[in-house]
């Protein structure tokens, strides 16, 4: 069972930066696009940036377009997501998963317990 292991999150005054992390068991790691999902209280989980397996295409999401940057490490089966100028509305818990098609529903089953982003003055 593949297991991912998000980290990085935190409390952060509006227009301040994180640096998110996940971390993949998977061998096949370096073969798949990877995303970064997120979900606010009572809204549903969604897709906002996404990588290729060998990270030369980036897809955003409008909503953090120019605020967002993800990369991958595939030497460490790492994926990150630098998140500046951030806004109370990127509040959520941030979980990674292997978009389908590249930008769609994830493809893994498992989750990961996820990574609290809180934006608050």
């Known amino acids: 069972q593949v297991q991912l292991v998000e980290s990085g999150g935190g409390l952060v005054q509006p227009g301040g930066s994180l640096r998110l992390s996940c971390a993949s068991s998977a061998s096949i790691f370096s073969m798949n696009a990877m995303g970064w999902y997120r979900q606010a209280p009572g809204k549903e989980r969604e897709l906002v940036v996404a990588i290729s397996s060998s990270g030369n295409i980036k897809k955003y999401a409008d909503s953090v377009k120019g605020r967002f940057t993800i990369s991958r490490d595939n030497a460490k089966n790492t994926v990150y997501l630098q998140m500046n100028s951030l806004k109370p509305e990127d509040t959520a818990v941030y979980y990674c998963?292997?978009?389908?098609?590249?930008?769609?529903?994830?493809?893994?089953?498992?989750w990961g317990q996820g990574t609290q982003v809180t934006v608050s003055s």
């Open positions: 998963n292997v978009p389908a098609a590249g930008w769609g529903p994830p493809l893994w089953g498992s």
